[in-house]
């Protein structure tokens, strides 16, 4: 969302991993501008020649050995005028003291191991409220009746709020419901659960995960919406000497954050004060400021440290109920969901099936691809839902798929959101990749080729992909970025398959039981491979011993948090692959906590090795966040295939197999 203020100080976005590749070169620019300003204050001080002193760290040296801190001069730097980029000079890569180098810690890091560091929770207002929210179970769904008579007999309890509902597109408005609210969280949340409340259920009462699924899958049988169209699929399919297809589905996830969703309000007459743990400050402050019939200019928002985000916490309909009852009740107020609150009431990934067919001629080689995604889209969110997905959303690895073959086509069907549907780390690419990755696997398979032979020859010569003409419908997206600075390369495609597939021994005789699966993405303009080595016990269950990862991501600004970003997208992986599944029955989320939400726990926990393609500063910095995570999963269910020969096709395929 764009702010009337954004041009000054930009929406502070902390998703989509575009921090390096939006910013790294603008403040490269802004580093030698201060520099050369300095360099300039403290030559006009010596009255000598800006070319004549040397700036240092915290320093500026003259000629003669005279020395003036950046403190010391940045009264008369900041009356300069900025000099234009031309009159920059920019260090050279060998010069770089932070960027590119080794272990350069987290600044807050000591903080949050010791327990120091300040998350949602930990702020403390005076006179401050906690509240607790029962929202309707049912997305549209609102308040019939209530009796709020045993919670306020609840010690602490103090008074309820009903907070309405909004009508689709919701954006990120409170679901509704009513809060209680008391002088402890304890008490807010007892009390919340003891709320006798009669729900209408709304339009989305029937939503069934299984029936949904089977009509997603009639769907996908049958021609879409053309997303892309490059050479003659009809042809290519009518000319095979055999064709091959397979489905496959996805649940839908939940972000599952380590601290679920908290915030604290503090509104008065005329000014709210927000803390909160918030992926998008400024939009939080917009949102709530036209909640709250305040200019933008009347609200204040402290972001605290995230505890997990995963695109979740840029939706601030947590901090919206928390603002809407501090102003009901005249104080401040933190409003704090349970793990149950966040498992039943979030913004999911879409649930989506995937189908493709390849058109293959005698000699073995695929002359045609066709790819038929049928998802919710996220744009039901924000507008009234087409049940179409958008062009960003079918670009995030189904249009933009790389591969060397004459004729491709890619569809979309029609699929209706019954749920809040957000974006999730990665977003469509998670579902993108496990489907084309296991398919080519299953397609090797089926033809007695080497798996990584095959993807290889997909992959084809290494090459930059002419994204123009490969016939996508209204242009391609490439994350928003421009191809001439981030080219679609399957040279670097095919070199992160390479290493991570060697790293992990592939081709080696392995015991009964253990496989090594392979799977490659490119997603938010880099290039990830993961090597899963798996290991399927007599009783069923699929242990991963070890994960080899290889990222291309350009020029690797910071090596250690590179390294444990890939470190958590494997494991992160690993559990969409095995655990992770939302279903709906009656229109409402029949999960409710880590008991039947699992996530993957320290007794079945990879060791994850990383290399890191090493890239000149000329090859622009991308993404890391979100890139490492759609190769995981197939490589991991591809294991379990060359492990046990079962093909399974449908995330998240469980715990034992």
Same mark, same amino acid.
């Given at each position: 969302?764009?702010?009337?203020?954004?041009?000054?100080?930009?929406?502070?976005?902390?998703?989509?991993?575009?921090?390096?590749?939006?910013?790294?070169?603008?403040?490269?620019?802004?580093?030698?501008?201060?520099?050369?300003?300095?360099?300039?204050?403290?030559?006009?001080?010596?009255?000598?020649?800006?070319?004549?002193?040397?700036?240092?760290?915290?320093?500026? %040296?003259?000629?003669?050995?005279?020395?003036?801190?950046?403190?010391?001069?940045?009264?008369?730097?900041?009356?300069?005028?900025?000099?234009?980029?031309?009159?920059?000079? =920019?260090?050279?890569?060998?010069? =770089?003291?932070?960027?590119?180098?080794?272990?350069?810690?987290?600044?807050?890091?000591?903080?949050?191991?010791?327990?120091?560091?300040?998350?949602?929770?930990?702020?403390?207002?005076?006179?401050?409220?906690?509240?607790?929210?029962?929202?309707?179970?049912?997305?549209?769904?609102?308040?019939?009746?209530?009796?709020?008579?045993?919670?306020?007999?609840?010690?602490?309890?103090?008074?309820?709020?009903?907070?309405?509902?909004?009508?689709?597109?919701?954006?990120?408005?409170?679901?509704?419901?009513?809060?209680?609210?008391?002088?402890?969280?304890?008490?807010?949340?007892?009390?919340?659960?003891?709320?006798?409340?009669?729900?209408?259920?709304?339009?989305?009462?029937?939503?069934?995960?299984?029936?949904?699924?089977?009509?997603?899958?009639?769907?996908?049988?049958?021609?879409?919406?053309?997303?892309?169209?490059?050479?003659?699929?009809?042809?290519?399919?009518?000319?095979?000497?055999?064709?091959?297809?397979?489905?496959?589905?996805?649940?839908?996830?939940?972000?599952?954050?380590?601290?679920?969703?908290?915030?604290?309000?503090?509104?008065?007459?005329?000014?709210?004060?927000?803390?909160?743990?918030?992926?998008?400050?400024?939009?939080?402050?917009?949102?709530?400021?036209?909640?709250?019939?305040?200019?933008?200019?009347?609200?204040?928002?402290?972001?605290?440290?995230?505890?997990?985000?995963?695109?979740?916490?840029?939706?601030?309909?947590?901090?919206?109920?928390?603002?809407?009852?501090?102003?009901?009740?005249?104080?401040?107020?933190?409003?704090?969901?349970?793990?149950?609150?966040?498992?039943?009431?979030?913004?999911?990934?879409?649930?989506?099936?995937?189908?493709?067919?390849?058109?293959?001629?005698?000699?073995?080689?695929?002359?045609?691809?066709?790819?038929?995604?049928?998802?919710?889209?996220?744009?039901?969110?924000?507008?009234?839902?087409?049940?179409?997905?958008?062009?960003?959303?079918?670009?995030?690895?189904?249009?933009?798929?790389?591969?060397?073959?004459?004729?491709?086509?890619?569809?979309?069907?029609?699929?209706?959101?019954?749920?809040?549907?957000?974006?999730?780390?990665?977003?469509?690419?998670?579902?993108?990749? =496990?489907?084309?990755?296991?398919?080519?696997?299953?397609?090797?398979?089926?033809?007695?080729?080497?798996?990584?032979?095959?993807?290889?020859?997909?992959?084809?010569?290494?090459?930059?992909?002419?994204?123009?003409?490969?016939?996508?419908?209204?242009?391609?997206?490439?994350?928003?970025?421009?191809?001439?600075?981030?080219?679609?390369?399957?040279?670097?495609?095919?070199?992160?398959?390479?290493?991570?597939?060697?790293?992990?021994?592939?081709?080696?005789?392995?015991?009964?039981?253990?496989?090594?699966?392979?799977? %490659?993405?490119?997603?938010?303009?880099?290039?990830?491979?993961?090597?899963?080595?798996?290991?399927?016990?007599?009783?069923?269950?699929?242990?991963?011993?070890?994960?080899?990862?290889?990222?291309?991501?350009? =020029?690797?600004?910071?090596?250690?948090?590179?390294?444990?970003?890939?470190?958590?997208?494997?494991?992160?992986?690993?559990?969409?692959?095995?655990?992770?599944?939302?279903?709906?029955?009656?229109?409402?989320?029949?999960?409710?906590?880590?008991?039947?939400?699992?996530?993957?726990?320290?007794?079945?926990?990879?060791?994850?090795?990383?290399?890191?393609?090493?890239?000149?500063?000329?090859?622009?910095?991308?993404?890391?966040?979100?890139?490492?995570?759609?190769?995981?999963?197939?490589?991991?269910?591809?294991?379990?295939?060359?492990?046990?020969?079962?093909?399974?096709?449908?995330?998240?395929?469980?715990?034992?197999?």
């Amino acid at each position: 969302m764009v702010l009337a203020d954004e041009p000054r100080y930009g929406n502070q976005d902390t998703d989509g991993s575009r921090s390096m590749r939006q910013h790294i070169q603008s403040m490269r620019q802004m580093g030698a501008a201060v520099r050369t300003m300095l360099a300039r204050a403290a030559a006009a001080k010596w009255q000598v020649e800006p070319a004549a002193v040397v700036v240092e760290v915290h320093e500026v %040296v003259s000629p003669t050995g005279e020395r003036l801190g950046f403190g010391e001069l940045a009264a008369a730097a900041m009356a300069l005028a900025v000099p234009p980029f031309e009159e920059l000079a =920019f260090k050279d890569e060998a010069d =770089f003291r932070y960027i590119g180098k080794g272990e350069v810690p987290i600044t807050d890091l000591h903080d949050i191991t010791v327990g120091k560091a300040v998350y949602g929770a930990d702020v403390v207002r005076p006179g401050m409220k906690f509240a607790a929210v029962a929202r309707p179970p049912v997305v549209g769904g609102s308040v019939k009746s209530y009796d709020a008579a045993k919670a306020l007999a609840l010690p602490g309890v103090e008074r309820v709020v009903e907070l309405k509902g909004t009508p689709a597109p919701m954006v990120f408005a409170p679901l509704g419901g009513i809060a209680v609210v008391a002088s402890d969280t304890w008490a807010a949340l007892q009390g919340a659960q003891l709320l006798e409340v009669e729900w209408d259920d709304g339009p989305n009462a029937a939503y069934d995960s299984e029936a949904f699924r089977a009509e997603m899958e009639a769907t996908a049988e049958a021609p879409g919406k053309v997303t892309r169209n490059q050479g003659d699929w009809e042809a290519a399919k009518a000319a095979a000497a055999r064709t091959f297809s397979r489905s496959y589905y996805q649940a839908h996830m939940a972000h599952a954050t380590m601290e679920p969703p908290v915030a604290l309000a503090e509104v008065g007459a005329q000014s709210a004060e927000i803390w909160a743990p918030v992926q998008s400050p400024y939009g939080t402050r917009q949102m709530v400021a036209g909640a709250l019939g305040l200019p933008d200019s009347a609200v204040t928002v402290h972001p605290t440290l995230l505890g997990g985000g995963f695109g979740r916490k840029s939706k601030c309909d947590y901090v919206l109920e928390a603002a809407l009852i501090s102003k009901a009740v005249g104080a401040p107020v933190r409003v704090q969901w349970s793990r149950e609150d966040d498992i039943r009431n979030g913004f999911y990934h879409s649930c989506s099936v995937d189908r493709i067919e390849a058109a293959v001629d005698a000699g073995g080689k695929v002359t045609g691809w066709l790819h038929r995604v049928v998802a919710p889209s996220i744009e039901s969110t924000f507008a009234p839902d087409g049940g179409y997905l958008g062009a960003w959303e079918t670009g995030m690895g189904q249009t933009d798929l790389p591969f060397a073959v004459p004729a491709i086509r890619c569809e979309n069907g029609k699929a209706m959101a019954q749920a809040r549907i957000g974006w999730w780390r990665s977003v469509h690419n998670v579902p993108r990749a =496990f489907a084309q990755q296991c398919f080519v696997a299953e397609l090797a398979e089926d033809l007695g080729r080497d798996h990584r032979e095959l993807l290889l020859e997909l992959i084809g010569p290494a090459r930059q992909v002419d994204q123009a003409a490969m016939g996508i419908e209204g242009g391609p997206w490439n994350y928003g970025e421009a191809p001439e600075v981030y080219p679609l390369d399957t040279g670097r495609l095919a070199n992160v398959l390479m290493l991570a597939s060697d790293a992990a021994g592939w081709g080696t005789e392995l015991p009964e039981g253990e496989g090594i699966g392979l799977a %490659v993405h490119r997603s938010f303009v880099t290039y990830v491979a993961a090597a899963a080595r798996v290991k399927v016990l007599n009783d069923g269950t699929v242990t991963v011993p070890a994960i080899e990862v290889a990222i291309d991501c350009g =020029f690797p600004v910071n090596p250690e948090r590179i390294r444990s970003q890939m470190e958590g997208v494997a494991v992160m992986g690993m559990t969409l692959a095995l655990h992770s599944a939302i279903t709906f029955a009656g229109g409402a989320v029949e999960q409710s906590n880590f008991t039947d939400y699992e996530m993957v726990r320290s007794t079945n926990f990879p060791t994850v090795t990383v290399q890191i393609v090493e890239r000149p500063f000329s090859v622009a910095a991308a993404g890391v966040g979100e890139p490492g995570v759609p190769p995981i999963a197939p490589a991991i269910v591809n294991g379990i295939f060359r492990a046990t020969g079962k093909r399974l096709n449908a995330l998240p395929v469980g715990s034992t197999v």
